[in-house]
């Protein structure tokens, strides 16, 4: 079984509903996100769009954080969660050079590393993820990655790193451009 | 810009370190031992240096020092003992290991002497030293940072190892030749001078080490312009950590210091004098830290968005 987000650039408006719910969540400091909101550069279409790409940890199939790890403080769940041990990490970042997608972030507070845990507490209690459960859109959802693959979604995104590296577990749901039948 | 500096002097230290002790076991013979004078018998009857005659001091202390050092890097220096557990697939956890192994054989070659030393000590304290080095190199062979994504990070490694070795190789041999004289005893650059009067310099020996430091200056200038112009022709990450490294001043200062300057100096005139050998050593050091500073700092690391 693989858990990942499925992120419908579609819906998304921006909000940052999701990282605020994840910071109320974990209460985490001021100087990581273990959820961001990027734009996606409007040049990357044929037609000007505003679009967005909510991002946390991928919790990739083969993750570079727990190759990297001296002291094993990832380890991946049953259901494809890669989860961070807090009390294990010693702060030598090797996780925060190898991640492609800067998910483990270094908090100088504690002087250790960081990042998403897909909420798997909330996950085996039946409930929804921080971040899912607030996006007001329905942008962003939890899905099953291990089944038959999800339609009309892709697992890349302009300025989102080669997903071949990591095999990240997250879908995206691609804008729909439209065409201009007006000229200037 | 993050400089990384506990990491840049661990890494520098070490990697001169290595260079210095495969070069001061090259100049007692190096693998020669194992066919002339090894059939000899065990014991102080082989000839070579005695027990704690100075010099390997000098690299037992900065391997020390770097290790000391590399401790800053941490979030939890306390800690890093448990840094040895994921030796399976952690490049991390092998190189805490090997740089481990080689201060601990470093440290017991002052413990023996004559056969032991030679046949046994040295050869496996300069294999744990390259390896040692090879781990260090694969931990930034890294697909998220395409800069680094190669062997460079290994080579450049032991180019560190060389330039920065054989200078201070040769003051540790020289300690080793005169020993209660400190350095004040007059050393020289071709060995064959240093060693004069021993009579029983190995063949090997008799090169020129201001050729020898020539020589990697040469190869480092040669492959740093290979290397960067692979960055050119890279990914977009790795075609801006080129720009990076090209606008850095620290870049330009360690062309001047740790290649130009030394290279001129080697050229003008052979070095035989200490004042002369602790200049290309403060050079070169100097040099390569600049150098690994800037490999840190420059690079560009994937990222969302990143390279667009």
Redesign the interface.
Known sequence: MQLGFLINTEKCIGCQSCEMACKNEFQTDAVVHWRRVYPVGEKNYPRPERIFMSIACNHCARPECLRVCPVQAYTKREDGIVVHNHDRCIGCRSCVMACPYRAPQYNPHYRKVEKCSLCYLRIDQGKKPACVDACSVGALQLIRLDKAAVPDTVDRMPGFPDPSITGPSVRFVPPVIGTQVRGN | MEFEWPLVFFTVLTQMAVGAFIFYWWSQGGLTAYTAGAAGGSGQAAGGPSAFNGGLIILVIVQALALGVSLL????PL??Y?????LK?????RE?LLTGFFFAALAACNFWAGFRRRVFAMPLTALLGVIAIMTSGM??K????PAWNSLWPMVSFYLTAWLAGVPLGVLVTAREISPGNGFRQPVALPLAAAREGEGNLPAAVSGSAGRLLLGGIAASVVLNILYLSTLAAGRPEAAATLGNILVSPLFWLRAVLGWLLPGVLLLIRERRDLRGILLLLALVVLGEILGRAVFYGTVV??????G?
């Open positions: 890097h941490l979030g939890h800690n890093a448990r840094a040895l557990i994921h697939t952690s490049w991390l956890s805490v931990i930034y890294l697909p998220a940072r690391p994937m990222g969302i968005n990143q667009m």
